[in-house]
């Protein structure tokens, strides 16, 4: 039996954001191939993300290489080990930059636990601290850590002029609550597809539609039907779809509330 080809992937009638990725993570395209290839499918705007002290100067040179590609300024949980008072000053001065859109990749996890949880917990409240002096939104990454992540939240977000997202959402359905209450959003990528995240989907279908942002995380997490391919910003219309399908909602209703939440967070200052 012939194996079923895979759809192409889908031209979708509206722009789409691409609000998380790290093109310097590729293996198997050069990123402004990559980004080429997003623009071609209707990827309007890209955010690639910074996680370490050594990619901070990585995802800048690039995002100021295209009009289009805007860039975070911030260190991941499993990299918070290795930030510095130097570093803390790096990004306080980098997020100046006209292409810097947040702070992040910040947050809390427990999961790896790649760094003690106290340090963790502190280089998250330095990083939200830079949000707040630069009334920039933040980008949390929290897995296994829901307890520690709503209470900064509930002690942050009141001072926070612009709020920021969970991305990659994953978590139990308190924290969306909590997150959401502060006016946060919460971001969803391919995993959404996967036949064993029914959570993730549950989580999804209590996120009113302007709380919700898209995203790949690629080269990770590559939606259905390319899982086992790297993943690229150019496959986010089926993440597109499925929220749509999840959401009960035409495609380009999820489209057009999605592509205003994504510029309403990150791209009224820029443009």
Do not use: W
């Not at 031209?11 to 998380?20: C, F, K, Q």
């Not at 991941?76 to 930030?83: E, I, L, R, S, T």
């Amino acid at each position: 039996m012939s194996k079923k080809p895979k759809r192409e992937i889908p031209i979708l009638g509206s722009p789409i954001i691409e609000t998380h990725c790290h093109l310097d993570h590729l293996q198997e395209n050069d990123p402004l191939t990559t980004l080429k290839e997003a623009f071609n499918v209707g990827i309007e705007k890209v955010v690639t993300i910074a996680t370490n002290p050594d990619n901070l100067d990585v995802v800048l040179d690039l995002a100021n290489q295209d009009k289009n590609l805007f860039c975070t300024q911030g260190i991941h949980p499993h990299n918070a080990k290795d930030c510095t008072v130097d570093t803390i000053l790096k990004i306080d001065n980098q997020l100046k930059e006209s292409k810097v859109v947040a702070v992040g990749e910040i947050g809390l996890d427990y999961y790896y636990n790649k760094t003690p949880r106290e340090k963790q917990i502190d280089v998250f409240k330095e990083h939200l601290e830079l949000a707040i002096k630069h009334e920039l939104p933040v980008v949390i990454h929290s897995r296994d850590a829901e307890d520690d992540t709503i209470e900064i939240l509930n002690q942050y977000a009141p001072r926070m002029k612009k709020k920021g997202v969970i991305h990659s959402f994953t978590s139990e359905l308190r924290l969306a609550e909590c997150a959401i209450s502060h006016g946060f959003y919460l971001g969803y990528n391919g995993i959404i597809t996967f036949k064993n995240a029914q959570n993730v989907r549950d989580a999804l279908a209590i996120t009113p539609l302007n709380r919700i942002l898209t995203e790949t995380d690629s080269p990770y997490l590559t939606p259905i039907p390319y899982r086992g391919k790297e993943n690229a910003p150019k496959y986010l219309p089926f993440i597109l779809e499925k929220i749509a399908e999840i959401k009960n909602v035409s495609v380009d209703e999820a489209l057009k509330v999605t592509y205003q939440n994504a510029h309403d967070l990150f791209f009224r200052l820029t443009n």
